[in-house]
């Protein structure tokens, strides 16, 4: 790769693929961008529709921010643990860089074709109803052959990208390896309307700590609100029908949310779920093509990235192309390097969480979250690590720091 300007194909017209093929484009890159649905106005169902504050700067570097603004909620986590609540006034606020930032609530419905008007304002080629069938890869650039409305059409390109979701074809097609760690939940979720608070200008995003359980409540616009419960998989109580799993979720919201009332929620939505979601890497390069978004990580929905980590790797592989442009480092190499920084231990602590330890209690539950309880700081750390705005490795050298600390004041 010596150009000064690559050309690159991308397969996947949903965050991870529009966000790149923008952010490319604006630096100079030839893209093309396929997507297999057929409307412009598709988006994706099995999300949380939460845009964590990591990705601020990247909604307003692709010219979303100001849209996701007026159309979505902005939103700040709360969490209740057995030992209290975390929570915290403002925005988030990233001690490094002394921004502050706040996430958003939104829906894919919204959020996915707006993306896609605005790869056509930058002019940038998008093939609806056309999906990816096989590449050849040459010493410098790549052959692919894709579907196109029912016609098989041979494209050329420096490099291809895969956008293609968690069941990535082009990862299959070119054998990329793959990694799968244990989840031990299950979910089911669900839209309802009717919620009680309001157009707020700051909604909370509430998360519960249940045993082994969680439950999350995303307020969206127009008094929508997602309900989610994230329940053990070998528990006995496991709802088979619509009627059964709208029930368990109100059920479960309820009893987790004593101080609320769902009573004036109604349905308005398939419940939707997994029964078996593994966490699923594959590693983010091979020859002259990159894997980003759910194509590369998809881990476990509880975690609430899918969103945020499509943005950060479409922003890291521009970052990479930049450089590559300017400094004639290597442009996968970069990318991969990037991504083991910067997403990496994100995913592994996510994949950590996904496992259930069946040898706590509620005591030693409460003994975990007590010292953030107790230090305001320590829980300004937690909601930027749920931001995804500092490292889990940094928050847990603040834990142990400010827990020691607290041992010795509580003698």
Known sequence: MNKNNLNFIIVGASIAGCSAAIMLKK???????????ESIDSYKKLCTHFIQPISTPILQEIG????????????????YTPAGVIESSGPYSDKETSTESYAYNIERSVLDPELRKILLEHDIELKMNASFKEVTIAEDHCIVTIDDNGKNTKLECDVLIAA???????????NFQQQEFQNDRLTIFAYFEGYPFGELETHQSHFVIDGNDMGFIYPLKKGKVLLSWYYDNKSENKPSNQE???KFILEKMSNAFPDFSFDSLKCISNVYGYNHFPNQLRNPISKNIALIGDACASVDPLSGVG?????????LLTEAYISFKQDGVSF????LKKYQEEIMPHLNGII??????????????QKKYLPII??????????????????????QKRYLFSSIKQSKTHI
């Open 332 to 335: 996968l190499d970069e990318y």
């Open 307 to 315: 969103c945020s980590m499509a943005l950060k790797s479409a922003s």
């Open 244 to 246: 059964d799993r709208i």
């Open 64 to 79: 979303l921010l100001d849209f996701v603004k007026e159309n979505g909620l902005k939103s700040k986590a709360k969490f």
């Open 374 to 395: 107790r230090d305001k700081s320590l829980r300004d750390d937690y909601l930027n690590l749920t931001g995804r705005l500092i490292y889990p490795k940094d928050f």
């Open 164 to 174: 293609d979701g968690r069941t990535s074809s082009v990862s299959k097609f070119c």
């Open 27 to 37: 630096n100079g890159a030839l893209v093309t961008i396929i997507e297999r649905s």
């Open 352 to 365: 950590a969480d996904s496992r259930i330890n069946y040898n706590q209690t509620k005591e030693s539950i």
